[in-house]
């Protein structure tokens, strides 16, 4: 009789895990698909300038935990989805866009608008989780190789990827102060 070997968990160090890097930007895989059935989970440095844009997503939801720096978040359906500039947004209930400090922690369901940007001078850290996975993990190497290009992002062939991914964009991605 051949016994059972007992499954093992992953332990990933501090500093280690896969590195998908872009000029000023950073995203470390820390869980992936491959360990995980029900979420990625990622360290993300987001530079000054950035904004992801406000978007949503039918299927994903997402944790996002600040670890250093600030950003700008939100997480709420706006009274009206203006196309220019989430970051003026208010829900019907009054909610407005957060300074998030460290230790700030915004959970996003599916079909929520959400968005995040780095407005401060210096770069910010957050751990990023997505469930289910690895829709984030593809989506994240490919973003990054399009930022890593010279000049200003293609925002074409962003669009593109995010139809791909269960992005729904509301607002334009920004790279840079």
């Given at each position: 009789?051949t016994a059972?070997?007992?499954?093992e968990?992953l332990?990933v160090?501090?500093?280690?895990?896969r590195?998908?890097?872009?000029?000023?930007?950073?995203?470390?895989f820390?869980?992936t698909?491959d360990?995980?059935?029900?979420?990625?989970?990622f360290?993300?440095?987001v530079?000054?300038?950035?904004?992801?844009?406000?978007?949503?997503?039918?299927?994903?939801?997402?944790?996002f935990?600040?670890?250093d720096?600030?950003?700008?978040?939100l997480?709420?359906?706006?009274?009206?989805?203006?196309?220019?500039?989430?970051?003026?947004w208010q829900?019907?209930?009054?909610?407005?866009?957060?300074r998030?400090?460290?230790?700030?922690?915004?959970?996003?369901p599916?079909g929520c608008?959400?968005?995040?940007?780095n407005?401060?001078?210096?770069p910010?850290?957050?751990?990023?989780?997505?469930?289910?996975?690895?829709?984030h993990?593809?989506?994240f190497?490919?973003?990054?190789?399009?930022?890593a290009?010279?000049?200003?992002p293609?925002?074409?062939?962003?669009?593109?990827l995010?139809s791909?991914?269960?992005i729904?964009?509301?607002?334009?991605?920004?790279?840079?102060?």
């Amino acid at each position: 009789m051949t016994a059972l070997t007992p499954p093992e968990g992953l332990l990933v160090p501090p500093g280690q895990g896969r590195v998908v890097e872009a000029p000023a930007q950073q995203v470390t895989f820390k869980v992936t698909g491959d360990h995980s059935r029900t979420a990625s989970s990622f360290e993300v440095v987001v530079p000054p300038g950035f904004d992801v844009g406000a978007h949503v997503h039918t299927r994903s939801e997402e944790l996002f935990y600040v670890l250093d720096g600030e950003l700008d978040v939100l997480a709420f359906e706006p009274r009206i989805r203006t196309p220019d500039n989430w970051q003026r947004w208010q829900s019907p209930t009054g909610s407005k866009v957060v300074r998030a400090t460290p230790g700030t922690v915004i959970v996003v369901p599916p079909g929520c608008p959400h968005a995040f940007a780095n407005p401060t001078g210096r770069p910010a850290k957050m751990f990023f989780q997505a469930s289910p996975p690895p829709d984030h993990e593809r989506y994240f190497e490919e973003l990054l190789e399009i930022l890593a290009t010279d000049g200003p992002p293609d925002h074409a062939a962003i669009e593109e990827l995010r139809s791909r991914y269960d992005i729904e964009q509301l607002t334009p991605l920004r790279h840079g102060a």
